[in-house]
């Protein structure tokens, strides 16, 4: 008898990002060979924002970009990012085998999930991930950036960042395994106020600084869990933009911000990359 695989259906398709997969291929293709340096060696670990592609985007493109030298490398997938929705507690996985999006299946690799669920602070919560937009809107960049992957999709609720980086280091690995971390900046503030506390939480994430709060980040308690872990392990950070929605939408009056950032593990060389 054999049983159906259970998939997280696509909750923000249509909205966040486009519905028809020809459009949100073409969208997300544009978008990353619109990036003009990539390294030879792609990061470890990246934090991007997950807002609708209209707002952050062009953003998020900027760090996806990079996993080019990484492309048939990269087999596994760390997605983590704040709850939404509904009031996680700990760390949160998805009970299914996998999620789709308008381009395809993207499978949860079980064995990375039996690992995690040997830590206290980690639990299975179906409602954490049924309507949560932070990791979802981050698939479609991965499936044109990448080649076959699986994710290990995790909602981080309320948690030291000492509980959060635990969890990461249990599935750090090696070359195969690339950390996403899902995080908008600011929020709601007029456009200069916003660009200087954007300024200020970017000093903090080159400086592995892990007290960023809810304020500046509404995934300080992920980020601050890289930023830890990144430490131990001796990455180094590049800025790679920093922007807000009344750079990328106009309106300035209320914005939130975006920013994302690379973490390698060796010297991040460029080369000249021609799309």
Not at 24 to 44: D, H, M, N, Q, Y
Request: hydrophobic share 45%.
């Amino acid at each position: 008898m054999n049983v159906q695989p259970r998939i997280r259906p696509a909750a923000v398709a249509g909205a966040f990002y486009p519905g028809s997969s020809s459009q949100l291929r073409r969208e997300v293709s544009t978008l990353l060979a619109g990036v003009a340096e990539i390294p030879k060696t792609p990061p470890k670990a990246i934090i991007v924002p997950h807002a609708g592609y209209i707002y952050s985007a062009i953003v998020a493109a900027s760090a996806f970009a990079l996993l080019a030298g990484g492309k048939s490398a990269i087999h596994r997938v760390i997605l983590a990012g704040p709850a939404h929705r509904v009031a996680a507690r700990g760390v949160a996985l998805p009970d299914c085998d996998a999620f789709i999006t308008p381009l395809g299946t993207v499978p949860i690799d079980r064995q990375a999930v039996d690992a995690l669920r040997q830590l206290p602070q980690v639990r299975f919560s179906e409602e954490a991930h049924r309507q949560e937009h932070a990791l979802e809107v981050e698939l479609p960049f991965l499936q044109v950036a990448l080649d076959q992957f699986m994710i290990v999709p995790m909602v981080i609720g309320n948690i030291a960042p000492e509980a959060v980086a635990e969890a990461l280091n249990a599935v750090w690995r090696g070359p195969e395994t690339l950390i996403v971390i899902s995080s908008d900046v600011s929020h709601y503030l007029p456009y200069e106020d916003a660009q200087r506390i954007d300024a200020d939480t970017s000093r903090q994430i080159e400086n592995f600084d892990p007290s960023i709060d809810h304020q500046q980040a509404c995934g300080a308690l992920p980020v601050n869990g890289l930023l830890l872990v990144a430490r131990q392990h001796g990455l180094q950070v590049r800025r790679l933009q920093v922007l807000n929605s009344g750079d990328t939408a106009g309106d300035r009056r209320r914005v939130v911000g975006y920013g994302a950032f690379a973490f390698f593990e060796t010297a991040p060389g460029t080369a000249a990359h021609a799309h």
